[in-house]
């Protein structure tokens, strides 16, 4: 038989369950639920099963419990609160950038890929620099090619 659960709880049982009836996210719901049952004294593998998640997941928050509190269990959430690398360009390349492609000056991502590893040096992937022209709310914005046959007076209507 495993030893007793000893953690320093710093909420009550009564609180946990507040913060658990309130909170809207699913993911720190799914948390809060844990704590509180823990916190009601039931061991780790009956909070396991109850809440659905891995034994070691539990393991892994009750140590996020002790290093921080609840706060630090809570912040824990994959793509929330921490941000990712910081862009390769600086931030009067990127309004620059944003600029030429509201001119019309590309056709497409190689084309602004070309300029800016032409004007900067700057070294881009196609997908990092299409993820950057999206973060910058940028399209390459030329209008497409007419057919010969088109009607222009009857489109126009």
Known sequence: MGQKLEVNWR????????????????????????????RCGKSL?????LVGIAYRTLQYWVAWYREGGLTEVLERIKGH?????????????????????????????????????????????????HKRLKRLDCRPKVPRPRSIKADVAAQAL
């Open 45 to 49: 593998k009956e909070v396991a099963e």
């Open 11 to 38: 909420e009550t049982v009564t609180e946990l369950r507040k913060r658990y009836r309130k909170e809207r996210h699913s993911e720190r719901r799914t948390r809060l639920h844990a704590l509180w049952q823990l």
């Open 81 to 129: 609160g921490r941000q990712g690398r910081p862009s390769i360009m600086k931030p009067l390349q990127q309004k620059a950038l944003a600029a030429k492609v509201a001119l019309g000056a590309f056709r497409t991502v190689w084309d602004a890929l070309q300029w800016v590893e032409g004007r900067w040096k700057v070294p881009y992937s196609y997908g990092g620099l």
